[in-house]
């Protein structure tokens, strides 16, 4: 399942780019990304030849971006932590600490990756899993939805 952060970057990517349509479809996951009519976003260049020449293979590209962040997310062996409540996310103990885990961070099952504070209780989420994190998908500071993904553990 995509991120609500993920969703928003391949909406830009499409938005901010010549592409009209992005759909992918990796393993049961289908995601479809149009543009409307006139809504083209343009960095101020007249459309000459050459630049609607240069156009198809920065939109590849982006493609390519697109699906790997798609397929990334979609791997079996990729265990996603899920927010058990409303709140804000906290990735550390406080402001000055060190974040509890990064992207490589190495983690065991039952160890704190985070807090999520909900009416003034900060509350320590735990891994379910052992491996290593693979992405951080919510901000320090982000309010975050009950279920909402936090981060992704490749199992070991």
Sequence with gaps: ???????????????ESS???????????KVLVE????????SGQAETPENIEAKPSVVRKEEEK??????????ADVHQVLSPM?????????????????????VEKG?????????????EIQAEVSGEIVDLLVEDGQIVEYG?????????
Excluded: W
């Design 1 to 15: 399942m995509l991120s609500v952060n993920e969703m928003k970057e391949i909406i830009k990517a499409v938005d």
């Design 19 to 29: 592409v009209e349509t992005f759909k992918v479809e990796y393993e049961g996951l």
């Design 35 to 42: 543009k409307k009519a006139g809504s083209h976003h343009h």
């Design 66 to 75: 697109m699906v790997e962040a798609v397929s990334k997310q979609s791997e």
């Design 86 to 106: 409303v709140g804000t996310f906290y990735g550390r103990s406080n402001p000055e600490a060190a974040p509890f885990v990064e992207v490589g961070t190495k």
């Design 111 to 123: 160890q704190i990756v985070c807090v999520v504070e909900a009416m003034k209780l900060f509350n």
């Design 148 to 156: 909402q993904p936090l981060f992704l553990i490749k199992e070991d």
